[in-house]
């Protein structure tokens, strides 16, 4: 019988809310209690150049209920994309999962995005966004989201338009087209998933359920204005 395949799972991290460190470290031990004993090998935390939030007594109280945390940090904010690479590109595990700093999907959709990677169902396993998603969401974000995923199909024809999940797994050969990305900012995940399917690997789309407590912010008009060139980039380029 083979031995469970290990795991990192990745979480980048900007100016986090107050009890970040506590939110995490109880949701990984709800998420060990869940997974194959000695499966889960590190839980990579990012510092994406925080100015607050982050200090020796969070990362103290983190490391005490995850005796697995391992930080990388650095001093200017380059991004979300860059933030999940640098945490990808450290990590020995056989398997990757990435997701928010709040884990705002219910523990159950990680063990689940383990047991699809590991019995080798898929290469890449995606967040799907449901109701429970959608109605949380202020007028403005939802119509920008669900815009995005309309896009998503007319102009990169992707058979998983929803990119956005903030929650994806894959194993190695995910990891290495993973690896090819370079937008900095949070359409990484929509470069991935295009790369991806160019790529022709096995992608499976999950239904996943966010917690009632989990706040989700409009972006700012800045991070827009972004985003929107790299939109077109990818769209130049694809």
């Known amino acids: 019988m083979n031995a469970p395949k290990s795991l990192d799972i990745v979480v980048p991290c900007f100016n986090p809310r107050p009890g970040w460190e506590i939110i995490l470290g109880d949701a990984i031990n709800r998420i060990k209690t869940q997974l ?49 690479r640098a945490g990808v590109k450290s990590s020995d595990a056989e ?11 219910v523990e159950e959709s990680i063990i689940e995005f383990y047991r699809l990677l590991a019995d080798g169902t898929a290469d890449l396993v995606v967040a799907s966004r449901g109701d429970s ?16 995923r309309w896009l998503n199909g007319l102009l990169f024809g992707l058979k998983i338009k929803d990119t956005q999940g903030g929650l994806k797994g894959f194993n190695t050969a ?7 990305t370079t937008v900095n900012r949070y359409l990484f995940d929509l470069e991935f998933i295009q790369k991806a399917s160019k790529a022709k690997l096995r992608l499976k789309a999950l239904d996943v359920q966010l917690k009632p407590d989990i706040i989700l912010p409009s972006p700012s008009p800045m991070i827009l204005l972004k985003e929107l060139h790299n939109f077109i980039s990818l769209l130049i380029s694809r």
């Open 133 to 148: 998603y959608y109605n949380s969401l202020s007028a403005f974000r939802r119509i920008l989201s669900k815009s995005l």
């Open 95 to 105: 398997l990757q999962i990435y997701t928010d700093i709040d884990i705002p999907y």
């Open 36 to 84: 194959p004993e000695g499966v889960l090998n590190s839980v990579i935390v990012v510092n994406d150049g925080s100015t607050n939030g982050v200090t020796e007594t969070t990362i103290e109280n983190l490391i005490s209920k995850c005796s697995e945390m391992k930080l990388i940090e650095y001093p200017q904010n380059k991004g979300k994309g860059f933030a999940v």
């Open 174 to 180: 995910g990891r290495e087209v993973f690896l090819k």
